[in-house]
């Protein structure tokens, strides 16, 4: 399938939503499976691979870093060189509009022994890198950024001492970050997280033979790793379906008439569940079949349909990092609840891609929709009339698609400007709804 939509689209009220997918692999564990493979040694061999303009950014980092990629569809073949193969790239290196691939890849850089730069789009420009430049600080990489904060970053890097951090924000991409730099340090690494984030590194880790400690229960989440050891290939490596994607549809499913999707082999990691659980609490019929383990990450079918959403939700603290990148998606589903949705401490949607919580409100009221805006989130009582608006993405993929799913709930026709975001996680997005039954055009 490719994107054959683009800038403007309409969408119409969906009548009767059908289909059966199997959904692209997942946007985190493909940015990560490709940099495993980099720095392992042996061939990698990746199916399902995200077709996500960020994950190909990936990619394109890591042959500019000199990795041989081989991308034919439906595999993605890459030699690793182990962890001294990479070399220093011609030009500096471009991260997109992906903020997974500038911190983490930065991680391995701060590792070499050459100097490297590295930036992306405006949007990535404008995102905060202090975050990962203290810790790769503290082990000995030298880091030159703009305002010391922000992109493009100069790295030079080489004999990293191994520290002990506890990062100040609950993200994944920053523990992650200081996890790859532990694999070219000496000694042991240690991440604290005070909040449980996506563990999907850590997962991949212990696929690739590393010596990682997870702790034990009552110390807390201390994650370790002992630098200096070769990894192993990941070897032939299916990238689970993208429970992310697949949440547009299922809210999609849930709030039209007469509709059912069903959605094959998705990652079900339970660090990345919170949207199903909160879902079913309020009446949402979400089904997860044939649960299993591939690589390491938990996997199953998911058949979601209509349904009627009904109670409060009030959700604050430690879910927040669970369920952060489907709060948007959430926020549109709210307009068919039949109660109050409260989302605090989510200041971190203020710093992704554009800010997400001035996107949803300002979307939302476009559509007619009354919502109260904090500073850390959002209040919504449904159920809320939609009417068909013209909303915008604000180029994030995940406003875009959100409002795509909005543009289904609606009374009348939704026009999307700057739909083509969605290329960013989803580039099959609208034919996947179109395939549906879903009535979208192009202006
Ligand atoms: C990601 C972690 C999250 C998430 C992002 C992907 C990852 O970001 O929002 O879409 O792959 O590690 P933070 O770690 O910055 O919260």
């Known amino acids: 399938m490719k994107n054959f939509f683009s800038n403007v689209i309409k969408i119409d009220p969906a009548e009767r939503l059908r289909g059966d997918f199997q959904l692209p692999g997942d946007k985190s564990i493909s940015h990560r499976s490709a940099m495993f493979a980099a720095i392992s040694e042996g061939q990698t061999r990746l199916r399902n691979y995200s077709s996500a303009r960020d994950c190909q950014s990936t990619l394109d980092c890591l042959e500019a870093l000199g990795v041989k990629i081989n991308r034919n569809p439906g ?7 182990g962890l001294d193969g990479l070399r220093q790239p011609a030009w500096m290196l471009d991260a997109g509009n992906s903020g997974s691939t500038i911190r983490m890849l930065t991680g391995i850089l701060a590792g070499q022994k050459f100097t490297s730069e590295i ?27 703009r305002e010391n904060s922000f992109a493009p970053l100069r790295i030079t890097g080489g004999d990293l001492r191994a520290i002990e951090y506890t990062p100040p924000v609950a993200s994944a991409q920053v523990k992650s970050c200081v996890l790859l730099a532990g694999l070219f340090a000496e000694g042991r690494t240690t991440v604290i997280e005070k909040t449980p984030t996506r563990n999907h590194t850590e997962v991949m880790l212990r696929e690739c033979g590393a010596a990682i400690d997870l702790g034990k229960p009552d110390e807390g989440a201390r994650i370790s790793v002992i630098g200096r050891k070769p990894l192993l290939a990941l070897g032939d490596y299916v990238v689970a379906g993208d429970l992310s994607s697949a949440s547009f549809f299922i809210v999609a499913a849930l709030n039209t008439p007469d509709a059912e999707m069903h959605l094959r082999h998705i990652g079900i990691n339970p660090s990345r569940t919170a949207l199903i659980e909160v879902l079913t609490q309020i009446g949402a019929r979400i089904e997860i079949e044939n649960k299993r383990l591939a690589h390491g ?19 604050s603290g430690a879910i927040i990092a669970n369920l952060i990148d489907e709060i948007p998606v959430l926020a549109v589903a709210a307009t068919k609840l039949h109660g109050t949705l409260t989302i605090r401490d989510a200041r971190e949607l203020r710093v992704k891609e554009c800010d997400r919580i001035r996107a949803i409100v ?3 009221r476009r559509m007619g929709a009354k919502v109260e805006e904090f500073e850390d989130g959002l209040r919504l009582t449904g159920p809320q009339k939609l009417s068909g608006a013209q909303v915008d993405s604000f180029g994030d993929h995940r406003i875009a698609m959100s409002f795509a799913v909005a543009g289904l709930m609606a009374d009348s026709e939704t026009e999307i400007m700057g739909a083509e975001a969605a290329d960013v996680s989803l580039p099959e997005f609208f034919q996947i709804l179109a395939d549906s039954g879903a009535s979208i055009s192009r202006n």
């Open 119 to 145: 930036t992306g789009d405006d949007s990535v420009q404008r995102r905060p890198m202090k975050r990962i430049i203290d810790p790769l600080r503290l082990m000995g990489a030298d880091i030159v950024a």
């Open 297 to 315: 990450e938990p996997v199953a079918d998911i058949v979601a349909k209509s349904s009627g959403l009904q109670g409060d939700l009030e959700l």
């Open 362 to 364: 300002d979307n939302l």
């Open 75 to 81: 595999l993605i073949a890459i030699d690793g060189g």
